[in-house]
């Protein structure tokens, strides 16, 4: 795979690689299980039926899809220069807002406490503020 590659190249690609090494992780371990299901019981590998190797193909499968989906948006993703996310605008946008939230919210707190009191906060002779009668 070259330079300019599309992003379906690049899911291709990723999920032939991914594809190879989840199906060799699946032999060797779906044979070794096997492997040490029939040294433990003689007839434990026959009940296991075709589950021995069902089972791990299907996560392998799972695993090859999610990588290549990943890798197509990724890829897809990074090759728009428009792209909103690549240019960082989303998070600077957000960083700003939750800056704001947040001296709102203290701003907020403070009025409520300075106007109602705070059994918490000590008033200047050391007992609670309250404004409320006992």
Sequence with gaps: MGPGATPREV?????AET???ALLGVGIGAGAAA???????P??????????WA??????????LAVAVQSFLGTRRASRPDDPARAGRGQRIAGAG???LVVLGAVLATWQLRLYGS???PDAAGAAQSTRSP
């Design 98 to 100: 939750v800056a704001v």
């Design 35 to 41: 492997a040490l299901v029939a040294l433990g019981d």
């Design 55 to 64: 089972i791990p193909a299907g996560v392998a499968a799972a695993a090859v």
């Design 119 to 121: 059994p918490v906060t």
């Design 11 to 15: 899911a291709v690609a990723t999920a």
């Design 19 to 21: 594809a190879f090494t």
């Design 43 to 52: 007839n434990g590998f026959a009940r296991l039926g075709a589950s021995w």
